[in-house]
Protein backbone atom coordinates (compact mmCIF):
# COMPACT_ATOMS: atom_id res chain seq x y z
CA UNK A 1 0.00 0.00 0.00
CA UNK A 2 1.84 3.22 -1.32
CA UNK A 3 -0.73 5.72 -2.19
CA UNK A 4 -0.32 9.27 -1.07
CA UNK A 5 -3.04 11.17 0.64
CA UNK A 6 -2.78 15.07 1.09
CA UNK A 7 -5.31 16.52 3.26
CA UNK A 8 -5.84 20.60 3.86
CA UNK A 9 -2.22 20.96 3.09
CA UNK A 10 -1.18 24.62 3.40
CA UNK A 11 2.42 26.03 2.84
CA UNK A 12 3.51 29.30 3.70
CA UNK A 13 6.30 31.42 2.65
CA UNK A 14 6.78 34.06 6.19
CA UNK A 15 2.99 35.91 5.33
CA UNK A 16 2.76 34.63 1.93
CA UNK A 17 0.52 31.74 1.46
CA UNK A 18 1.33 29.75 -1.99
CA UNK A 19 -0.60 26.52 -1.27
CA UNK A 20 -4.19 26.98 0.08
CA UNK A 21 -5.26 23.78 2.19
CA UNK A 22 -4.77 20.83 -0.72
CA UNK A 23 -6.62 17.54 -0.35
CA UNK A 24 -6.01 14.73 -2.71
CA UNK A 25 -5.90 11.44 -2.54
CA UNK A 26 -3.23 8.97 -5.47
CA UNK A 27 -4.02 5.80 -5.18
CA UNK A 28 -1.33 3.16 -4.92
CA UNK A 29 0.29 2.29 -8.37
CA UNK A 30 -1.48 5.78 -10.00
CA UNK A 31 0.35 8.02 -12.42
CA UNK A 32 -0.79 11.31 -11.23
CA UNK A 33 0.59 14.36 -12.89
CA UNK A 34 0.46 18.34 -11.17
CA UNK A 35 -0.37 20.69 -13.90
CA UNK A 36 -0.65 24.82 -14.12
CA UNK A 37 0.87 27.65 -14.98
CA UNK A 38 3.73 29.25 -13.59
CA UNK A 39 3.97 29.69 -10.04
CA UNK A 40 1.25 27.80 -9.66
CA UNK A 41 2.89 25.62 -6.62
CA UNK A 42 3.13 22.37 -8.37
CA UNK A 43 6.96 21.99 -7.70
CA UNK A 44 6.42 23.42 -4.12
CA UNK A 45 3.97 20.43 -3.59
CA UNK A 46 5.83 17.68 -4.65
CA UNK A 47 8.48 19.08 -3.02
CA UNK A 48 6.21 19.18 0.70
CA UNK A 49 5.75 15.75 -0.50
CA UNK A 50 9.53 14.74 -1.13
CA UNK A 51 9.73 16.23 2.22
CA UNK A 52 12.11 18.98 0.89
CA UNK A 53 10.10 21.67 1.59
CA UNK A 54 8.23 22.06 5.19
CA UNK A 55 4.47 21.56 5.29
CA UNK A 56 2.97 24.73 6.94
CA UNK A 57 0.14 22.71 8.41
CA UNK A 58 -2.28 20.05 6.81
CA UNK A 59 -1.47 16.34 6.57
CA UNK A 60 0.62 14.11 4.03
CA UNK A 61 0.15 10.53 4.47
CA UNK A 62 2.63 8.05 2.11
CA UNK A 63 1.68 4.50 2.45
CA UNK A 64 -0.88 4.83 5.23
CA UNK A 65 1.64 6.69 7.44
CA UNK A 66 1.83 10.07 8.38
CA UNK A 67 4.81 11.69 7.47
CA UNK A 68 4.16 14.96 7.75
CA UNK A 69 7.70 15.28 9.92
CA UNK A 70 9.38 12.83 8.27
CA UNK A 71 13.04 13.04 6.90
CA UNK A 72 12.84 13.14 3.01
CA UNK A 73 14.94 9.66 3.35
CA UNK A 74 12.47 8.57 5.80
CA UNK A 75 9.13 8.61 3.48
CA UNK A 76 10.08 5.95 0.88
CA UNK A 77 10.08 8.43 -1.48
CA UNK A 78 13.06 9.16 -4.24
CA UNK A 79 12.90 12.30 -6.55
CA UNK A 80 13.61 12.93 -10.01
CA UNK A 81 15.50 16.11 -10.94
CA UNK A 82 15.65 18.28 -13.78
CA UNK A 83 18.81 18.80 -13.63
CA UNK A 84 19.66 15.17 -13.17
CA UNK A 85 22.32 16.00 -9.61
CA UNK A 86 24.44 13.46 -10.95
CA UNK A 87 28.01 13.06 -9.38
CA UNK A 88 30.79 14.40 -12.05
CA UNK A 89 33.60 12.19 -10.15
CA UNK A 90 31.61 8.92 -10.14
CA UNK A 91 30.95 6.60 -12.71
CA UNK A 92 26.99 5.81 -13.57
CA UNK A 93 27.27 2.33 -11.73
CA UNK A 94 29.18 4.25 -8.43
CA UNK A 95 26.01 7.79 -9.17
CA UNK A 96 23.60 4.68 -9.23
CA UNK A 97 24.70 3.00 -6.24
CA UNK A 98 25.35 6.61 -4.28
CA UNK A 99 22.31 5.85 -2.27
CA UNK A 100 22.09 3.02 -1.41
CA UNK A 101 26.19 3.08 -0.09
CA UNK A 102 24.94 5.74 2.16
CA UNK A 103 22.31 3.77 4.12
CA UNK A 104 25.38 0.75 4.65
CA UNK A 105 23.49 -1.79 1.98
CA UNK A 106 26.30 -4.46 0.88
CA UNK A 107 27.82 -4.68 -1.83
CA UNK A 108 26.50 -7.80 -3.92
CA UNK A 109 22.81 -6.13 -3.05
CA UNK A 110 23.67 -2.73 -4.55
CA UNK A 111 25.41 -4.87 -7.50
CA UNK A 112 21.98 -6.52 -8.01
CA UNK A 113 19.88 -3.71 -7.87
CA UNK A 114 22.14 -1.56 -9.89
CA UNK A 115 22.21 -4.25 -12.61
CA UNK A 116 18.85 -4.49 -12.33
CA UNK A 117 17.83 -0.49 -12.94
CA UNK A 118 20.33 -0.39 -15.53
CA UNK A 119 18.97 -3.77 -17.92
CA UNK A 120 15.14 -1.90 -17.12
CA UNK A 121 16.41 1.66 -18.53
CA UNK A 122 18.95 -0.15 -21.15
CA UNK A 123 22.25 1.15 -19.46
CA UNK A 124 24.12 -2.01 -19.29
CA UNK A 125 26.55 -0.97 -21.73
CA UNK A 126 27.36 2.62 -20.33
CA UNK A 127 27.87 1.40 -16.68
CA UNK A 128 31.79 2.59 -16.38
CA UNK A 129 31.55 6.05 -17.61
CA UNK A 130 31.58 9.18 -15.90
CA UNK A 131 28.64 11.10 -16.71
CA UNK A 132 30.49 13.77 -19.19
CA UNK A 133 30.39 10.98 -21.69
CA UNK A 134 26.81 10.99 -21.60
CA UNK A 135 24.45 12.73 -23.58
CA UNK A 136 21.41 14.21 -21.91
CA UNK A 137 18.96 12.10 -22.18
CA UNK A 138 21.26 9.06 -21.09
CA UNK A 139 22.16 11.50 -18.07
CA UNK A 140 18.55 11.65 -17.21
CA UNK A 141 17.75 8.00 -17.19
CA UNK A 142 21.04 7.68 -14.96
CA UNK A 143 19.21 9.90 -12.49
CA UNK A 144 15.91 7.85 -12.84
CA UNK A 145 17.92 4.76 -12.26
CA UNK A 146 19.66 5.70 -9.13
CA UNK A 147 16.06 6.70 -8.18
CA UNK A 148 14.81 3.17 -9.29
CA UNK A 149 17.89 1.33 -7.11
CA UNK A 150 16.69 2.31 -3.95
CA UNK A 151 13.32 0.55 -4.50
CA UNK A 152 10.98 3.83 -3.28
CA UNK A 153 7.14 3.13 -2.88
CA UNK A 154 6.64 6.76 -4.59
CA UNK A 155 8.55 8.29 -7.48
CA UNK A 156 8.38 11.79 -7.46
CA UNK A 157 9.61 13.84 -10.83
CA UNK A 158 10.05 17.78 -11.22
CA UNK A 159 10.02 18.27 -14.61
CA UNK A 160 12.34 15.71 -15.63
CA UNK A 161 12.87 15.79 -19.14
CA UNK A 162 12.32 19.90 -20.14
CA UNK A 163 16.44 19.76 -20.37
CA UNK A 164 15.84 17.64 -23.52
CA UNK A 165 15.39 18.32 -27.14
CA UNK A 166 12.42 17.72 -28.69
CA UNK A 167 12.96 13.87 -30.11
CA UNK A 168 14.98 12.91 -26.63
CA UNK A 169 11.63 14.00 -24.49
CA UNK A 170 9.38 11.79 -26.86
CA UNK A 171 12.02 8.94 -26.07
CA UNK A 172 12.33 9.70 -22.42
CA UNK A 173 8.71 9.85 -22.05
CA UNK A 174 8.16 6.51 -23.30
CA UNK A 175 10.50 5.33 -21.17
CA UNK A 176 8.62 6.87 -18.44
CA UNK A 177 5.44 5.21 -19.04
CA UNK A 178 7.60 1.54 -19.84
CA UNK A 179 8.61 1.98 -16.19
CA UNK A 180 5.70 2.52 -14.62
CA UNK A 181 4.01 -0.21 -16.35
CA UNK A 182 7.23 -2.49 -15.46
CA UNK A 183 7.64 -1.21 -11.87
CA UNK A 184 3.82 -0.01 -10.97
CA UNK A 185 4.92 2.18 -8.36
CA UNK A 186 3.17 5.36 -7.47
CA UNK A 187 4.39 8.05 -9.83
CA UNK A 188 3.70 11.89 -8.95
CA UNK A 189 5.21 14.05 -12.19
CA UNK A 190 5.45 18.01 -12.67
CA UNK A 191 5.43 19.22 -15.85
CA UNK A 192 4.86 22.36 -18.14
CA UNK A 193 4.26 19.78 -20.98
CA UNK A 194 0.45 19.02 -22.71
CA UNK A 195 1.27 15.78 -24.38
CA UNK A 196 3.71 14.70 -21.27
CA UNK A 197 0.37 14.62 -18.97
CA UNK A 198 -2.01 13.86 -21.14
CA UNK A 199 0.16 10.35 -21.85
CA UNK A 200 1.43 9.48 -18.73
CA UNK A 201 -1.26 10.07 -16.58
CA UNK A 202 -3.99 7.94 -14.63
CA UNK A 203 -5.16 11.05 -13.11
CA UNK A 204 -4.06 15.09 -13.82
CA UNK A 205 -4.18 17.32 -11.24
CA UNK A 206 -4.97 21.12 -12.45
CA UNK A 207 -3.19 23.54 -9.82
CA UNK A 208 -4.23 27.12 -10.29
CA UNK A 209 -2.55 29.87 -7.67
CA UNK A 210 -2.18 27.24 -5.11
CA UNK A 211 -5.50 25.25 -5.05
CA UNK A 212 -6.92 22.41 -7.37
CA UNK A 213 -8.76 23.26 -9.85
CA UNK A 214 -9.62 19.65 -11.35
CA UNK A 215 -8.79 16.19 -10.89
CA UNK A 216 -9.76 13.32 -13.82
CA UNK A 217 -8.39 11.24 -15.85
CA UNK A 218 -6.58 13.25 -18.80
CA UNK A 219 -9.74 12.56 -21.47
CA UNK A 220 -12.02 13.43 -18.85
CA UNK A 221 -10.78 17.20 -18.29
CA UNK A 222 -10.90 17.61 -21.83
CA UNK A 223 -14.23 16.53 -22.78
CA UNK A 224 -15.33 17.46 -19.43
CA UNK A 225 -13.80 20.45 -17.52
CA UNK A 226 -16.04 22.05 -14.80
CA UNK A 227 -14.70 25.67 -15.89
CA UNK A 228 -13.75 28.00 -18.03
CA UNK A 229 -9.96 27.64 -16.82
CA UNK A 230 -9.41 23.82 -17.07
CA UNK A 231 -10.89 24.26 -20.64
CA UNK A 232 -8.41 26.41 -21.55
CA UNK A 233 -5.55 24.58 -19.60
CA UNK A 234 -5.89 21.09 -21.68
CA UNK A 235 -6.15 21.12 -25.00
CA UNK A 236 -3.28 21.98 -27.32
CA UNK A 237 -3.66 24.77 -29.07
CA UNK A 238 -6.30 26.01 -25.78
CA UNK A 239 -9.99 26.33 -26.63
CA UNK A 240 -10.96 29.60 -27.96
CA UNK A 241 -13.43 31.46 -25.93
CA UNK A 242 -15.82 34.13 -27.35
CA UNK A 243 -17.88 36.52 -25.32
CA UNK A 244 -21.34 35.72 -25.90
CA UNK A 245 -24.90 36.38 -23.78
CA UNK A 246 -28.08 34.69 -23.55
CA UNK A 247 -31.26 36.65 -24.62
CA UNK A 248 -34.81 35.39 -25.14
CA UNK A 249 -33.74 32.00 -25.32
CA UNK A 250 -31.20 32.43 -27.77
CA UNK A 251 -27.18 32.66 -27.93
CA UNK A 252 -25.85 35.64 -29.30
CA UNK A 253 -22.13 35.61 -30.13
CA UNK A 254 -21.15 39.09 -31.51
CA UNK A 255 -18.21 37.36 -32.74
CA UNK A 256 -20.24 35.26 -35.16
CA UNK A 257 -22.13 37.86 -36.59
CA UNK A 258 -25.81 36.57 -34.93
CA UNK A 259 -26.70 33.98 -32.77
CA UNK A 260 -26.17 30.12 -32.66
CA UNK A 261 -28.58 27.42 -31.28
CA UNK A 262 -26.85 25.43 -28.78
CA UNK A 263 -28.19 22.48 -26.74
CA UNK A 264 -26.90 23.87 -23.22
CA UNK A 265 -29.93 25.21 -20.92
CA UNK A 266 -29.24 28.93 -21.41
CA UNK A 267 -29.55 31.30 -18.27
CA UNK A 268 -32.46 33.62 -19.36
CA UNK A 269 -31.04 36.73 -17.65
CA UNK A 270 -28.85 38.15 -20.04
CA UNK A 271 -25.29 37.03 -17.88
CA UNK A 272 -22.01 37.38 -19.91
CA UNK A 273 -21.34 34.18 -21.11
CA UNK A 274 -18.32 32.47 -22.55
CA UNK A 275 -18.42 30.54 -25.73
CA UNK A 276 -15.91 27.78 -25.71
CA UNK A 277 -14.54 26.11 -29.07
CA UNK A 278 -11.92 23.80 -29.26
CA UNK A 279 -9.62 24.98 -32.59
CA UNK A 280 -10.27 20.86 -33.66
CA UNK A 281 -14.02 21.07 -33.54
CA UNK A 282 -14.01 23.83 -35.73
CA UNK A 283 -13.94 24.41 -39.90
CA UNK A 284 -13.43 27.38 -41.93
CA UNK A 285 -16.43 27.87 -44.24
CA UNK A 286 -16.87 30.80 -47.20
CA UNK A 287 -18.62 33.81 -45.72
CA UNK A 288 -17.38 36.32 -44.59
CA UNK A 289 -17.61 37.10 -40.57
CA UNK A 290 -13.34 36.40 -40.27
CA UNK A 291 -10.45 37.79 -41.69
CA UNK A 292 -7.13 34.85 -42.25
CA UNK A 293 -4.52 36.73 -40.22
CA UNK A 294 -2.02 33.76 -40.07
CA UNK A 295 -1.22 30.20 -40.97
CA UNK A 296 1.11 27.43 -40.15
CA UNK A 297 1.41 24.19 -41.60
CA UNK A 298 2.46 21.44 -39.40
CA UNK A 299 2.28 18.89 -42.27
CA UNK A 300 -0.33 16.59 -40.44
CA UNK A 301 -2.53 19.70 -39.37
CA UNK A 302 -2.50 23.25 -40.38
CA UNK A 303 -3.77 26.28 -37.96
CA UNK A 304 -5.63 28.95 -39.54
CA UNK A 305 -5.37 32.16 -36.81
CA UNK A 306 -8.82 34.05 -37.79
CA UNK A 307 -9.69 37.65 -36.52
CA UNK A 308 -13.23 39.18 -36.31
CA UNK A 309 -14.26 42.82 -36.99
CA UNK A 310 -14.77 43.14 -33.19
CA UNK A 311 -11.07 42.52 -33.03
CA UNK A 312 -11.43 38.77 -31.32
CA UNK A 313 -9.28 35.75 -32.62
CA UNK A 314 -9.73 32.48 -32.58
CA UNK A 315 -7.45 29.45 -34.02
CA UNK A 316 -9.10 27.17 -36.57
CA UNK A 317 -7.30 24.07 -36.99
CA UNK A 318 -7.93 21.45 -40.27
CA UNK A 319 -5.96 18.14 -41.16
CA UNK A 320 -3.53 18.44 -43.98
CA UNK A 321 -2.61 21.73 -45.39
CA UNK A 322 -5.11 24.67 -45.03
CA UNK A 323 -6.77 26.63 -48.40
CA UNK A 324 -6.77 29.76 -46.53
CA UNK A 325 -3.94 32.33 -47.33
CA UNK A 326 -3.48 35.57 -45.21
CA UNK A 327 -6.03 38.09 -46.05
CA UNK A 328 -8.22 35.99 -46.80
CA UNK A 329 -12.57 36.42 -45.74
CA UNK A 330 -14.13 33.27 -44.27
CA UNK A 331 -17.04 32.26 -42.17
CA UNK A 332 -16.55 29.96 -39.11
CA UNK A 333 -17.65 26.45 -38.93
CA UNK A 334 -19.49 24.96 -35.58
CA UNK A 335 -20.74 22.03 -34.46
CA UNK A 336 -22.98 23.09 -31.70
CA UNK A 337 -22.67 20.04 -29.55
CA UNK A 338 -19.25 20.55 -29.03
CA UNK A 339 -19.58 24.05 -27.72
CA UNK A 340 -19.01 24.33 -23.98
CA UNK A 341 -21.02 27.12 -22.03
CA UNK A 342 -18.82 29.63 -19.54
CA UNK A 343 -20.55 31.82 -17.08
CA UNK A 344 -17.93 34.60 -17.84
CA UNK A 345 -18.03 35.72 -13.95
CA UNK A 346 -17.62 32.87 -12.38
CA UNK A 347 -15.97 30.68 -15.00
CA UNK A 348 -18.16 27.88 -14.14
CA UNK A 349 -19.31 25.33 -16.73
CA UNK A 350 -23.16 25.73 -17.63
CA UNK A 351 -24.23 22.43 -18.73
N1 LIG B 1 11.40 30.20 -0.98
C1 LIG B 1 10.32 30.88 -1.37
N2 LIG B 1 9.94 32.01 -0.77
C2 LIG B 1 8.84 32.71 -1.14
N3 LIG B 1 8.02 32.32 -2.15
C3 LIG B 1 8.33 31.20 -2.80
C4 LIG B 1 9.49 30.41 -2.46
N4 LIG B 1 9.54 29.35 -3.30
C5 LIG B 1 8.47 29.47 -4.11
N5 LIG B 1 7.75 30.58 -3.82
C6 LIG B 1 6.50 31.03 -4.48
O1 LIG B 1 5.58 29.97 -4.39
C7 LIG B 1 4.77 29.92 -5.56
C8 LIG B 1 4.77 28.51 -6.12
O2 LIG B 1 6.06 28.23 -6.65
P1 LIG B 1 6.38 26.87 -7.41
O3 LIG B 1 7.81 26.87 -7.77
O4 LIG B 1 5.85 25.75 -6.61
O5 LIG B 1 5.48 27.02 -8.70
P2 LIG B 1 5.45 26.08 -9.98
O6 LIG B 1 4.01 25.88 -10.27
O7 LIG B 1 6.29 24.89 -9.78
O8 LIG B 1 6.08 27.05 -11.04
P3 LIG B 1 6.98 26.73 -12.33
O9 LIG B 1 6.07 26.00 -13.24
O10 LIG B 1 7.33 28.10 -12.82
O11 LIG B 1 8.16 25.92 -11.85
C9 LIG B 1 5.32 30.96 -6.49
O12 LIG B 1 4.48 32.08 -6.44
C10 LIG B 1 6.69 31.26 -5.94
O13 LIG B 1 7.04 32.58 -6.21
Redesign the pocket.
Given at each position: MSGVELSNVIKK??E?Q?IHGIDLAIGDGEFAVFV??????????LRMIAGLEETTSGRIDIGGADVTRADPADRGVAMVFQTYALYPHMTVRENMGFGLRMTGHPKPEIDSKVDEAARILQLDELLDRKPAALSGGQRQRVAIGRAITRGPEVFLFD?PLSNLDAELRVEMRVEIARLHKEIGATMIY?T?DQVEAMTLADKIVV?RK?RIEQVGAPLDLYRDPDNRFVAGFIGSPSMNFLDATARDGALHVPALGGTLDVPQTLPGDGRALSLGLRPEHLWLEDGDTFTVDLTEALGGVSYAYLKAADGTRLIVEERGDTRAKIGDRVALGVDPAKTMLFDAETELRIR
Amino acid sequence: MSGVELSNVIKKYGETQVIHGIDLAIGDGEFAVFVGPSGCGKSTLLRMIAGLEETTSGRIDIGGADVTRADPADRGVAMVFQTYALYPHMTVRENMGFGLRMTGHPKPEIDSKVDEAARILQLDELLDRKPAALSGGQRQRVAIGRAITRGPEVFLFDEPLSNLDAELRVEMRVEIARLHKEIGATMIYVTHDQVEAMTLADKIVVLRKGRIEQVGAPLDLYRDPDNRFVAGFIGSPSMNFLDATARDGALHVPALGGTLDVPQTLPGDGRALSLGLRPEHLWLEDGDTFTVDLTEALGGVSYAYLKAADGTRLIVEERGDTRAKIGDRVALGVDPAKTMLFDAETELRIR
